[in-house]
């Protein structure tokens, strides 16, 4: 029987970079300074530049840099944030940590984010708090339709804050996600498109307060040491983990490349198989986070292939406002959402993975949904 193949493989990504990677983690070590070091301000930098953006503030990780985003823009307690339910739950728990509530917004069920029409809808109809923020989610690596977002944040008063855990290097226009709203969350996960090797996360910026604000609320809320002038978080990206990034960082337009040639091996293997492939929006440089399609026996596909030795996995199977711990939240209807979740379904996807082996799974899954409308 063939190997098997991962649905994503963060390992693949250091074994590409060793050498690089353990002088990195050995230069990290050797400088006896493990927090908030000159590794975590060269990354911070790198990483603000790569983006075209003035400021990038490394913290613990994806989920406290929403949460610091949040709080650096003054949204807490009485706020209403407009966020998708089709998403990780670390955004809508960021959210509630702040001292906010989320009210879940409808998504475009051919990108999967947020529907722009009804986030107006779910404005002017909200209640129960004063509107405050818009989160949109760039999902799966697809930037969302953040100039009607904008537009839309403007004439209503709210500050657009970017979730973009999963969309490092994706652009939209030509300009960056991470750059397109007033201040922006970014995870560095071992799965996405730029990994640590364990948790991190940055916010990034380009107003000069909200970078202070965030650089002051990581830190316990500390001007001079020991010295909270407020109650802040304990929450910064450590000096080994910067020092990875910084080594990855150079290579993230390349992986980029490689996730998108995979993605173009699927469009091409699944063309005619009748599973519903991703679309890319007008404008959108698309950067497969994940490669998701969408079929009918969805169950029974990923058990196919699960025998077959190919890993799937499902980008979510529970929205979030149908979650225990968000039910409370949910005001809206999210048709498209619910019917989504029920339908999708993760194939293999990380830079690493061969070409042949892209053809392999597109063929197997061509195959079994064959085998499956007979």
């Not at 990034?204 to 965030?214: C, G, I, W």
């Not at 379904?345 to 061969?354: A, D, G, T």
């Amino acid at each position: 029987m063939s190997h098997s193949i991962l649905q994503t493989n963060p390992g693949a990504g250091y074994f590409a970079h060793k050498a690089e990677i353990d002088a990195a983690v050995m230069r990290a070590l050797e400088s006896r300074w493990y927090i908030l070091g000159k590794e975590v301000t060269a990354f911070e930098q790198e990483f603000a530049a790569y983006l075209g953006a003035s400021h990038a503030v490394g913290v613990a990780s994806g989920t406290d840099a929403i949460q610091l985003a949040l709080r650096a823009a003054g949204v807490g307690p009485g706020d209403l944030v407009f966020t998708v339910s089709h998403t990780a739950s670390a955004t809508a728990t960021a959210i509630v940590q702040a001292g906010a509530t989320p009210v879940f917004v409808d998504i475009d069920p051919s990108t999967y984010t947020m529907d722009p029409e009804k986030l107006d809808e779910a404005i002017r109809g909200s209640t129960g708090g004063k509107p405050r923020a818009i989160m949109p989610v760039h999902l799966y690596g697809q930037p969302a339709a953040m100039t009607c977002i904008q537009a839309i944040a403007d004439h209503h008063g709210l500050i657009v804050i970017e979730d973009c855990a999963q969309c490092h290097g994706a652009t939209l226009n030509g300009k960056m996600t991470g750059t397109l709203g007033r201040i922006s969350a970014f995870s560095f996960y071992p799965t996405k498109n730029l990994g640590a090797l364990g948790d991190g996360g940055a916010v990034v910026t380009n107003d000069p307060e909200l970078a202070e604000q965030v650089r002051l609320h990581r830190e316990y809320g500390w001007k001079e040491r020991y010295n909270s002038s407020f109650v802040g978080m304990n929450s910064r990206l450590d000096e080994v983990q910067a020092a990875i990034l910084r080594t990855k960082l150079v290579y993230l337009d390349a992986d980029n490349a490689a996730r998108r040639a995979v993605a173009d091996r699927y469009n091409r293997g699944l063309a005619n198989s009748g599973a519903g492939l991703p679309t890319v929006s007008e404008g959108a440089f698309h950067v497969y986070h994940q490669y998701v399609i969408q079929v009918d026996r969805r169950d029974e596909l990923k058990e196919r292939l699960r025998g077959e030795q190919i890993g799937t996995l499902i980008h979510y199977p529970v929205p979030v406002h149908q979650q225990p711990a968000f039910a409370p939240f949910t005001t809206n209807p999210l048709t498209a959402t619910e019917q989504a979740a029920a339908r999708i379904l993760s194939l293999p996807m990380y830079p690493e993975l061969p070409l042949e082996e892209a053809d392999r799974v597109a063929g197997r899954t061509a195959a079994n949904l064959a085998e499956l409308s007979a």
